[in-house]
Nanobody, 126 residues
């Protein structure tokens, strides 16, 4: 069992910034790709961003490209999602997820991510 723990969510106004964090046990963190997904009320869960184990590769959904930045610090067993210029449509529960298929490139497909955190709520008011 892999335990991922997100933090950093909250209520902000449009245009503000938030930084989400995701931690995992050290022996696990260094052998996984990491992804961030979100789910708005009444909507399907959607891909937000992903980063490779080595940090060399990153990918973003078009809706967040240029506003969000994914990163990770393998020495701290922590991944981050820096969210700038937040919009009301960014509201939702944000989840980090672990993909152990590190011989493959990072993916937007939630099916590849076998372990998920409990989520952290982000609410952006207009």
């Amino acid at each position: 069992q892999v335990q991922l723990v997100e933090s950093g969510g909250g209520l902000v106004q449009a245009g503000d910034s938030l930084r989400l964090s995701c931690t995992a046990p050290g022996r696990t963190f260094n052998i996984i790709h990491l992804g961030w997904f979100r789910q708005a009320p009444g909507k399907e869960r959607e891909f937000v961003a992903a980063i490779s184990r080595s940090t060399i590769s990153a990918d973003y959904a078009e809706s967040v490209k240029g506003r969000f930045t994914i990163s990770r610090d393998n020495t701290k067993n922590t991944a981050y999602l820096q969210m700038d210029s937040l919009r009301p449509e960014d509201t939702g529960v944000y989840y980090c997820a672990a993909d152990f298929n590190i011989k493959m490139g990072i993916t937007r497909s939630s099916n590849r991510y076998g372990y998920w955190g409990q989520g952290t709520q982000v609410t952006v008011s207009s």
